[in-house]
């Protein structure tokens, strides 16, 4: 549990650092990287151990008695989160991007139209279009740096050629914990217009210290239309193997996705069912206490070093590693703050505008990566617009 330790991820096929300098411009030898959502920590032993288990037999053929994968899903979603998994109803995925675009195929059709509360994630947008839908953007309310949903709104904005709502639980980029009232809003809404709601909860693990969680299933009324994302890969940094879960508990539902998965000829592998079933254990969860407090220092360290500048404000964070950072009080064009973060201070950073509509004058920070790479990042960023200060 090192997490100040520096790994040198250069020149390891590493996205985040050996991409950098192709699509910012930024020199892994002298920039940070604080862009793609993974973290620069090693994961649990426990993880790292089942991995020298295989390589010690040397045989890798195809995994068998998916038993103890599933069930350690189980135990990790009724110890972590209240939350009740019939392990049958467990797909797996190659993580939740695929996940997603297998849900848009199994539940539309092309032209449909599929709802995203902006500004989110933006592989979703991605791929609701590559799949030949129709992205329909609902605004989220920015209530004094605080996402809120405006239901009315978007309820005047249906016009009955949407099929799905995909949500965001926790909130990427705005770090929102999602509260109960706000669920069942969320979930009566989707209930209103007759929509599959699909609910990507990959950091509902990463949530910070004063905050909960609250699984979707868990609200009333929703169970015949829900479609559960969740993967380790976001709390246990082993986005490489490519591993998620979709769980869906309604019949007729589960069958469509078993279908499509059956036709694609989809099925895990064995590296990341091995991982999975490792990090989901007591020495996991001690893990992941230890580095949401870790978390948790960087977020303060973060967000009082970028919103002392003037006239930029840090979205106060109450879940994931991922900073979001409004500079329209700067009165700086979109260029300009580019040039100064990425170009003068050398931070690679996620430009707000991916994101969809609300994230015109924003930037996204990862700081789940050593604390002094954090404090260099915050020096940096501060000297580029010390003319403010």
């Not at 995203?116 to 209530?143: D, K, S």
């Not at 700086?332 to 690679?348: F, L, P």
Request: glycine content about 8%; aromatic content about 10%.
């Amino acid at each position: 549990m090192d997490f100040d330790e520096l790994i040198d991820r250069r020149n390891t096929h590493c996205n985040k650092w050996d991409d950098m300098e192709r699509l910012f411009g930024v020199s892994p030898d002298t920039g940070i990287a604080m862009w793609v959502a993974d973290m620069d920590f090693r994961p649990p032993a426990a993880v790292q151990n089942a991995l020298l288990k295989m390589l010690d037999h040397g045989v890798y053929g195809y995994f068998g008695n998916e038993t103890p994968y599933r069930e350690a899903i189980a135990w990790w979603m009724q110890a972590r989160h209240g939350w009740t998994v019939d392990t049958s109803d467990i797909f797996t995925t190659h993580g939740l991007v695929n996940a997603t675009g297998l849900a848009v195929t199994a539940y539309t059709q092309p032209g449909d139209g599929v709802v995203l509360f902006t500004p989110v994630y933006h592989a979703f947008a991605r791929t609701i279009r590559a799949a030949g839908r129709a992205v329909v953007e609902c605004p989220l309310v920015n209530n004094a740096g605080r996402y809120e949903f405006d239901f009315a709104a978007y309820d005047a904005q249906m016009t009955g050629a949407e099929k799905m709502v995909i949500l965001c639980s926790p909130h990427n980029p705005g770090g929102r914990v999602w509260t109960r009232e706000e669920l069942q809003g969320v979930a009566d809404f989707a209930r209103r217009h007759d929509l599959i709601l699909v609910s990507d909860e990959i950091h509902h693990d990463l949530v910070m210290p004063g905050h909960t969680h609250i699984p979707m299933t868990k609200i009333d009324g929703i169970a015949d239309r829900l479609v559960m994302m969740t993967a380790a890969t976001k709390t246990f940094n082993i986005a490489g193997a490519h591993i998620g879960n979709v769980i869906i508990s309604d019949p007729a539902l589960k069958k469509r996705f078993a279908d499509l998965m059956m036709g694609l000829g989809i099925s895990p592998n064995s590296f990341g069912l091995h991982m999975v079933t490792a990090a989901y254990s007591p020495e996991g969860a001690a893990w992941v206490d230890a580095l949401n407090l870790y978390l948790d220092g960087n977020r303060r360290l973060l967000e009082e070093g970028l919103s002392a500048i003037p006239g930029v404000q840090a979205m106060a964070l109450e879940s994931t590693y991922l900073s979001w950072v409004d500079f329209a009080g700067t009165g700086m064009s979109e260029d300009e703050v580019k040039r100064r973060i990425v170009t003068e201070a050398g931070v690679a950073a996620n430009y707000g505008p991916t994101f969809g509509k609300g994230g015109e004058t924003f930037m996204r920070f990862n700081f789940a990566t050593p604390r002094a790479r954090v404090q260099d990042a915050v020096n940096r960023i501060s000297a580029a617009f010390a003319d403010l200060q």
